[in-house]
């Protein structure tokens, strides 16, 4: 059996591509092969999808860190420039830092519209989840410490070691049963939602070196040298261009969406404690 798995995973924690190496090598299992392309930028991903033969492959994989409930839009995007390709089966998995929504659905409305199969679908992995919004919680959601756990890299493995006996049964049904609700906060977060919501990027001029690093990592290719960074296009508002300046030089206020998050820690508290 021959596999392809396509991720896409930050280059601040990793936690998606640690998960898609561990699928690969249960995969692999038996003597089977599966080959692993890691996205990295919209422009040269689009490229990937275009000149990849996937009908040489029975099993399509695709991998996401989830944004703000949803995948990340850019990986929606090129979705949406995937060939036809009927019949071929896929499977979808994620990581958060604790609740992924309807990552998954949203991920499966447009693969069906290219007529593929999905035969399994994962999202209960929860990686290290690091972000701004949790500046006054030293930058991390606490829940999600440690993770990607061995225990869960262990059920990755053994879940794509699972993957070749549903391929290899003419009988798997198609998963249809993923998580298709989105919470108040998810329908807030649309991309037109973050543009407006998110703060605005600021550029320190005095600090910058112009190195190109924010550009080099940027994954939709918003930031250009003019001969400072520029932001030319919405993106993804993933920040790390802000996270891995190694000057400090992008400084964004966080006020506003950490007094958002500490407002909804304490009424989920609240909560529990009821």
Not at 28 to 54: A, M, P, Q, W
Not at 188 to 199: A, C, N, R, S, V
């Amino acid at each position: 059996m021959k596999s392809l798995i396509l991720y896409y995973s930050q280059c601040v924690t990793g936690n998606t591509e640690k998960i898609a190496k561990k699928i690969a090598a249960g995969l692999r299992t038996g003597g089977n092969t599966c080959d692993l392309i890691k996205l990295t930028k919209y422009s040269r991903d689009l490229e990937i999808v275009r000149s990849t033969d996937f009908k040489a492959y029975d099993l399509i994989g695709i991998g996401v860190p989830v944004y703000y409930f949803h995948p990340p839009y850019h990986i929606l995007d090129l979705l949406h420039e995937f060939p036809r390709l009927d019949g071929l089966r896929v499977f979808l998995f994620c990581t958060s830092g604790g609740n992924p929504g309807s990552t998954l659905y949203q991920m499966k409305v447009i693969l069906d519209q290219k007529g593929l199969k999905i035969i399994d679908g994962y999202d209960r992995w929860i990686g290290h989840d690091v972000h701004q919004m949790y500046s006054r919680r030293g930058g991390h959601l606490e829940s999600s410490d440690g993770h990607p756990t061995i225990e869960e890299l262990e059920e990755a493995e053994k879940f794509g070691e699972n993957l070749i006996k549903k391929v290899e049964d003419p009988n798997t049904p198609e998963k249809t049963d993923f998580w298709d609700k989105e919470s108040s906060s998810a329908k807030m977060w649309t991309f037109e939602g973050i543009q407006k919501w998110f703060p605005e990027f600021n550029l320190v001029e005095e600090r910058c070196t112009s190195c190109g690093k924010c550009a080099e990592i940027c994954p939709v290719d918003a930031i250009v040298l003019d001969p400072y960074p520029r932001w030319v296009k919405d993106c993804d508002r993933c920040y790390i261009c802000e996270l891995k300046c190694p000057e400090g030089a992008i400084v964004c206020d966080w006020g506003p969406q950490c007094d958002y998050i500490e407002d909804l820690m304490a009424k989920r508290k609240a909560r529990k404690g009821a």
